[in-house]
């Protein structure tokens, strides 16, 4: 055990944060800046300044995400992809995701990503019902949505959409419609979320006046419930609580995340684990910048982890996958049982028919357990 205890997985996986966005959604509450276009020229310096320090790593998987990194018009698209590249390796077969909004999808963007290596994307389609996605505060349309889909699935192929489900007067059919639509486009993979209601946001406040109501509980189960079983007659696969894949498409680099491998991160909010360290950027943009151009650390926080903490994210995160974690495996790459220190509380899951044992060392959610992952994760966590 003492052995491992100073030894990381090296990372192999990178986040980029890119905050912008045309308009703050009401429910979100990522790092993100809105209608500040004037910050773009000095993101670029810092981000490309904060990745200089990296060394041009060699990485299976790169993500950028936001925000929305398809805000950018075309030259500075042009310029940030061609630094990123510069930035890092990405390994032969490696996977490039860009998230992207429906409403920036031109033929220019999507063919500029494909000859820059960008070789998947996940949109952010959310819904294709007009009353949902103005209750959500999006900018497109169904047929925006779909057309961006399409064009993206001819150009570059391996294409994600996110969906929210349980949004304010949402009913079970007109999920069911949602999901149709989607099943029907040239997709990959799905992720899908039940719309949750973040302390700082707008729609927090709206519910608080009463101004807005989620759909009961039992509503939500039905929806995730059906949700499986629509998503699995269409060859989707169920990989992790909110993801579905087809055939050999599951996102790679969240796996990185889910598996407990390291990975870097840089730009405003993002987090990373590198060498044993947790470290999060200062979430506000011009407070990332600042640090930034005056020489100072953009990390505000910092949390060295322990082997035990290891092992116990690992098994939280590794339980949310729907195949399950080789309880074996967690020991001989942690140098930690999680068997034996976590015996009370597999112990209790087991018995509530929440986990169960499909053969000796491992233990997955069970059909039910499903529904209870974040009550099964946090008793890992101890
Ligand atoms: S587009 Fe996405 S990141 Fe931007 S404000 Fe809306 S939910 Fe947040």
């Known amino acids: 055990m003492d052995s491992l205890v100073d030894v990381w997985p090296t990372p192999r996986a990178a986040y980029l944060h890119v905050p912008f966005c045309r308009h703050r959604c009401g429910y979100c509450n990522f790092s993100v800046v809105a209608d500040r276009d004037d910050l773009i020229e000095r993101y670029l310096k810092a981000i490309d300044k904060e990745l200089r320090i990296l060394g041009r790593p060699v990485v299976d ?33 490696g996977e ?18 494909a000859e820059y290596g960008v070789n998947r994307i996940s949109l952010g389609v959310q819904s294709f019902n007009p009353n949902k996605l103005a209750l959500l505060e999006r900018g497109h349309s169904a047929q925006v949505a779909t057309a961006a889909v399409e064009l993206a699935a001819e150009v570059i192929g391996n294409v994600s959409i996110d969906l929210i489900f349980a949004a304010p007067g949402e009913t079970l059919a007109d999920w069911l419609t949602d999901l149709e639509l989607a099943i029907q486009l040239p997709l990959q993979h799905l992720s899908t979320y039940a719309l949750t209601f973040e302390k700082g946001t707008r729609f927090w406040s ?34 992790e609580i909110s993801s ?32 044993g360290k947790r470290e999060v950027n200062h979430r506000s ?50 140098g930690i049982s999680i068997a034996e220190i976590c015996s009370d509380s597999i112990g209790l899951s087991i018995s509530e028919g929440l986990v169960e044992v499909p053969s000796p060392h491992w233990i997955k959610l069970s059909e039910r357990g499903i529904l209870f992952a974040d009550t099964v994760a946090s008793r890992l966590l101890g």
């Open 244 to 275: 579905f894949a087809k055939s050999d498409a599951r996102c790679r680099h969240n796996l990185a995340y889910w598996q407990g491998c390291g990975w870097y991160a840089a730009g405003p909010g993002a987090a990373r684990f590198v060498e």
């Open 285 to 334: 943009t011009t407070t990332y910048l600042r640090r930034m151009e005056s020489g100072q650390c953009p990390t505000a926080e910092t949390e060295k982890i322990t082997r035990e903490q290891y092992a116990r994210e690992r098994a939280a995160f590794g339980v949310r996958m729907i195949d399950g974690i080789d309880l074996d495996v967690l020991t001989s790459e942690t």
């Open 206 to 239: 709206r519910r608080e006046r009463g101004d807005l109501q989620s759909p009961t509980e039992s509503c939500e189960v039905d929806m995730y419930q059906r949700t499986r079983q629509v998503l699995a007659e269409s060859l989707f696969k169920h990989y």
């Open 61 to 93: 998987t790169l993500f950028v995400g936001g925000g929305t990194p398809t805000h950018f018009d075309i030259k500075t698209l042009d310029r940030f992809l061609g630094m990123v590249g510069q930035r890092f390796q990405l390994a032969d077969a």
């Open 96 to 113: 490039w995701t860009m998230e992207a909004n429906p409403e920036d999808i031109t033929s220019e963007k999507i063919t500029l990503l």
